[in-house]
């Protein structure tokens, strides 16, 4: 199976602890997204990058969060001094340009509970 | 303020009939709609897409339409089946996507009786 995969894909911490989640895109994507989802709501877009450059982040990503893409491929998205705020789903997309459009497809995504 | 709206949270049909999920937006910026389904415990998945230069894209029993004056879409199931049980949301993007971020509804859950 070729499609995004993230890891772990749960993770339970306690409030002030620092975690780290890995995403590995569609190989020949180039565009690499994260989300965040919370229980009744859509997804919510935090940052994306196109190879290894991070071309935009929303207000949600706050200093307590970062994201890399070193080398333009897999991504990692830390979370530092957690918070039981942070609980969510966080959701990696990959796209590439199709035509005229991008469309992004997801992987399965990692729960995070912060206790 | 909710740029991506999907005012009914849920919708029951029964197996066979036609599903219509609708999805209105207030950006005029948005040219590039999307709708994907999601089960629980998964991530989405991508359904079909529409550009704003179309009014009307299929793919075998979803067909997406677009009323860009009404600034709305809908999404239609025909027929539809049990395992299409799940959370549709509606997404919208600016400049056909290349913008980065998509914008979300807050999903409908659909159930197809059988």
């Known amino acids: 199976d070729t499609g995004v995969s993230q890891d772990p894909r749960h993770k339970i911490t306690k409030r002030g602890q620092n975690v780290t989640f890995r995403c590995d895109p569609i190989?020949?994507?180039?565009?690499l997204y994260w989300y965040r989802q919370t229980l009744g709501q859509g997804p919510e877009f935090l940052t994306y990058?196109?190879?290894?450059?991070?071309?935009?982040k929303s207000r949600l990503l706050s200093d307590r969060f970062s994201a890399e893409r070193p080398k333009g491929s897999f991504s990692t998205l830390e979370i530092q001094r957690t918070e039981q705020g942070d609980s969510a789903m966080y959701l990696c997309?990959?796209?590439?340009?199709?035509?005229?459009?991008?469309?992004?497809?997801f992987g399965p995504g990692t729960r995070l509970t912060v206790t | 303020d909710q740029q991506v709206k999907q005012n009914s949270p849920s919708l029951s049909v029964q197996e066979g009939r036609i599903s219509i999920l609708n999805c209105d937006y207030t950006?005029?910026?948005?040219?590039?709609f999307l709708w994907y389904k999601k089960y629980p415990a998964e991530g989405p998945t991508f359904l079909i897409s529409?550009?704003?230069?179309?009014d009307k894209n299929e793919d075998g029993r979803f067909t997406v339409f677009l009323n860009k004056s009404a600034k709305h879409l809908s999404l239609h199931i025909v027929p539809s089946q049990p395992g299409d049980s799940a959370v549709y949301f509606c997404?919208?993007?600016?400049?056909?996507?290349?913008?980065?971020?998509?914008?979300f509804g807050k999903g409908t859950k659909l159930s197809v009786k059988p």
């Open positions: 990058f196109q190879n290894e450059a991070q071309l935009e």
């Open positions: 997404a919208a993007s600016a400049r056909g996507g290349s913008q980065g971020n998509l914008i």
């Open positions: 950006n005029s910026m948005f040219d590039y």
């Open positions: 997309a990959s796209s590439t340009r199709t035509g005229a459009t991008y469309e992004q497809y």
């Open positions: 190989s020949e994507h180039n565009r």
């Open positions: 529409i550009s704003s230069i179309k």
